[in-house]
């Protein structure tokens, strides 16, 4: 799924890295506990989070997040945006709440980080 | 240090200054790709750099980290001067936390900082002393073969 894709499922601004909606996103993870994102966050993962401070886009270019959203019409920081910008990590935002917006982008197909368990 | 076997660096960090905190482990990060190491190394050594800066922003005055890259592995050292861990086992159990409400508003203090550096890692040692500081060693083998 492309960012674009995700930008018009959420109905989401783009705040920074409008050039990058082309970017190909395979799964996603929603938190607001930096300490949570750095132990299941995986490469590539776009991160759902409703904190707004720098240490969100931090924490996302440490794990090497593809772009972050956030949830319930929050906006990033000036510091956050600056960050961002530095390091090329495209933010959106959006006005659904975490639970909806996880849910409109899985119910889309974008997988999460961890396996389902399978069907018996 | 600077020779052909390796290199060393020093980083100090700032309690409480959560503006710039992981600014360290940015720049460690972009050293270690600049010289070519491995990326999923370098991923695993970032996050254990990051948490651990992220502790010394949250409960200790300062610290100093020091970077040491040998053809065998990365050696991150971290000893840091604050308030000490009183009881380490505690400490390194997931979900343990003394965080304040300040440090959960920045998104930490889930109590899983120790564990997930000790899970990133290769070899992880930590030392402290209640009212003086507590000190880490963070190692990562280069050779990929010798983690399990």
Known sequence: MTLKEIKEILQAEVITGGDSLDLNIEFAGGSDLMSDVLAFGKPGILLLTGLTNAQAVRTADIIEAKAIVYVRGKKPTPEGIELAKEKGIPLLSTKFIMYSACGLLFSSGLRGVSKLPEKK | ?148
Request: hydrophobic share 35%; net charge negative.
């Open chain 2, 1 to 148: 240090m600077d020779n052909e076997n390796g290199f060393s660096l020093q980083f100090e960090i700032k309690g409480s200054n959560f503006g710039s905190a992981g600014k360290v482990s940015t720049e460690i990060k972009e050293i270690l790709q600049e010289i070519g190491i491995d990326p999923s190394i370098i991923r695993r050594a970032a996050i254990a750099t990051y948490e651990a800066e992220m502790n010394v922003v949250m409960y200790a005055n300062r610290g100093t980290l020091s970077l040491t890259v040998t053809p065998k592995n990365l050696h991150i050292r971290l000893d840091d001067e604050g308030s000490g861990i009183e009881d380490i086992n505690l400490a390194m159990q997931e979900g343990y936390s003394t965080a304040t409400d300040e440090m959960r508003e920045m998104g930490f203090g889930a109590g899983m900082g120790l564990p997930n550096i000790k899970k990133n890692s290769d070899e992880f040692k930590i030392s402290s002393v209640p009212g003086k500081g507590t000190s880490l060693e963070i190692i990562f083998n280069l050779n990929q073969a010798e983690r399990a």
